[in-house]
């Protein structure tokens, strides 16, 4: 299994609503990643985590809270987004977050926010 | 650091062979340089990656002359499929550039006609 899984593919939610985003990948990763990505956009680095601990936080704000259940598992809880938030929301997995471990991307939850 | 600078879009029609230029002027000694391939509406794919001279795989060929200070991504016999954004990075050998992490220039979005 070669894949990074992203589930939901879509998601609408108001601007009270707390929703999840989740992503799976059974490659035996340790370093897993949250990308956003506006429309017409390169991908920007939100959050790393190596071996199930953040190690990176670009600055982002506290209503986008990451979690890593365990090592195949990573969720990305929304809570009172706001419309500049909509964007595609970008998993990504590597066998380490050691140099040179390339990356591999799911399909991206393309979030709507109201 | 080394900045890389594409062109921002390019066109051209399906049967052809397209070059995409990429200018990385202050290139260190042990960076790579790679290539990663969007597709709209998915996650950048790694494509190809090389240090010097030339590589071919299945997908492309990446031309890197002697001084390192530009690489060449060569696409041949394109079609519609491969209308997709393609990202230059100047890095170690996954990409990685900023302190270990992997962080997107603006890209080049080639547009295949029919």
């Known amino acids: 299994d070669t894949e990074v899984t992203q589930t939901p593919k879509h998601l609408v939610m108001g601007m009270t609503n707390k929703k999840s985003l989740k992503c799976e990948q059974h490659m035996g990763h340790r370093a897993m990643y949250w990308y956003k990505q506006k429309a017409k956009k390169p991908p920007e680095l939100m959050f790393v985590?190596?071996?199930?601990?953040?190690?990176i936080n670009e600055s982002v704000p506290s209503r986008f809270s990451p979690e890593c259940p365990n090592s195949s598992l990573l969720n990305l809880h929304l809570h009172a987004l706001q419309p500049e938030d909509s964007a595609l929301y970008l998993c990504?997995?590597?066998?380490?977050?050691?140099?040179?471990?390339?990356?591999?991307f799911g399909s991206g939850t393309q979030l709507s926010v109201l | 650091l080394a900045k890389t600078t594409q062109p921002i879009s390019m066109d051209s029609y399906e049967g052809q062979e397209v070059n995409i230029t990429c200018s990385h002027n202050n290139i260190a000694t042990n960076d790579y340089i790679t290539w990663y391939q969007q597709f709209p509406s998915q996650g950048p794919r790694f494509i190809i990656q090389g240090y010097k001279t030339k590589v071919t795989n299945e997908v492309a060929s990446l031309f890197i002359p002697a001084d390192r200070k530009s690489s060449t991504l060569s696409l041949p016999r394109v079609s519609l499929s491969d209308t997709a954004v393609y990202y230059c990075l100047v890095g170690d050998m996954g990409g990685r550039n900023q302190g270990g992490k992997l962080i997107f220039g603006q890209g080049t979005e080639l547009s295949v006609k029919p």
């Open positions: 990504a997995s590597s066998p380490s977050e050691g140099e040179g471990e390339k990356l591999f």
């Open positions: 985590y190596s071996y199930e601990k953040l190690s």
